[in-house]
Antibody, heavy 120, light 110 residues
Framework: QVQLVESGGGVVQPGGSLRLSCAAS????????MQWVRQAPGKGLEWVAF????????YYADSVKGRFTISRDSSKNTLYLQMNSLRAEDTAVYYC?????????????WGQGTLVTVSS | QSALTQPASVSGSPGQSITISCTGT?????????VSWYQQHPGKAPKVMIY???KRPSGVSNRFSGSKSGNTASLTISGLQAEDEADYYC??????????FGTGTKVTVL
């Protein structure tokens, strides 16, 4: 069965960096686009970043562009989110999600999320 | 990349039908038939309920249905059940490999 397991969250000071990981299993990782979506405490979902199946192209929300980098390692079936220059407003649960299929624009599997807290 | 607009809350009695609206613009909801809906119970990850405006993934109850008119998409839950109490989010493709979520709607079963 499909599983997505995030890790790497924690407490970091403003201006600091953190790298999140999402270990994927149960599907052919290299065949699917992958996403990061975040949810601030008590708030709604916010799309963060997308990476194509082969990792050739990446896309970002304006709120994180230039500070966050999404990447993937198909040899390890793992998705990453490198977060630099972190701000208080980046505090959120970060979810990785799998695209439903080739040419699909919905997300059918999500991880359980990892909490990132940016605070001094 | 402004969030799509949803009502903050919708409620209904068991067995009733409710509809949640999701209003975007001609740059997202209005131009793409790529709206999806997600159900999220407290402390849990979102679950896709509808994709491509009106398609239901395998395993999702046919009590859930989707539609779209102009810049507004809608999710209807018929035969409301206690287990439907959750937060619901719409999401639209917004072009150039970007997406935008709605503000979220809390559904309460009275």
């Amino acid at each position: 069965q499909v599983q997505l397991v995030e890790s790497g969250g924690g407490v970091v000071q403003p201006g600091g960096s953190l790298r999140l990981s999402c270990a994927a299993s149960g599907f052919t990782f290299s065949s699917y686009g992958m996403q990061w979506v975040r949810q601030a405490p008590g708030k709604g979902l916010e799309w963060v970043a997308f990476i194509r199946p082969d990792g050739s192209n990446t896309y970002y929300a304006d709120s994180v562009k230039g500070r966050f980098t999404i990447s993937r390692d198909s040899s390890k079936n793992t998705l990453y989110l490198q977060m630099n220059s972190l701000r208080a407003e980046d505090t959120a649960v970060y979810y990785c999600a799998k695209n439903m299929g080739s040419g699909s624009y919905a997300f059918d599997y999500w991880g359980q999320g990892t909490l990132v807290t940016v605070s001094s | 990349q402004s969030a799509l607009t949803q009502p903050a809350s919708v409620s209904g009695s068991p067995g009733q039908s409710i509809t949640i609206s999701c209003t975007g613009t001609s740059s997202d909801v209005g131009i793409y038939n790529l709206v999806s809906w997600y159900q999220q119970h407290p402390g849990k990850a979102p679950k896709v309920m509808i994709y491509e405006v009106r398609k239901r993934p395998s395993g999702v109850s046919n009590r859930f249905s989707g539609s779209k008119s102009g810049n507004t998409a809608s999710l209807t839950i018929s035969g409301l059940q206690a287990e439907d109490e959750a937060d619901y989010y719409c999401c639209s493709y917004a072009g150039s490999s970007t997406w935008v979520f709605g503000t979220g709607t809390k559904v309460t079963v009275l």
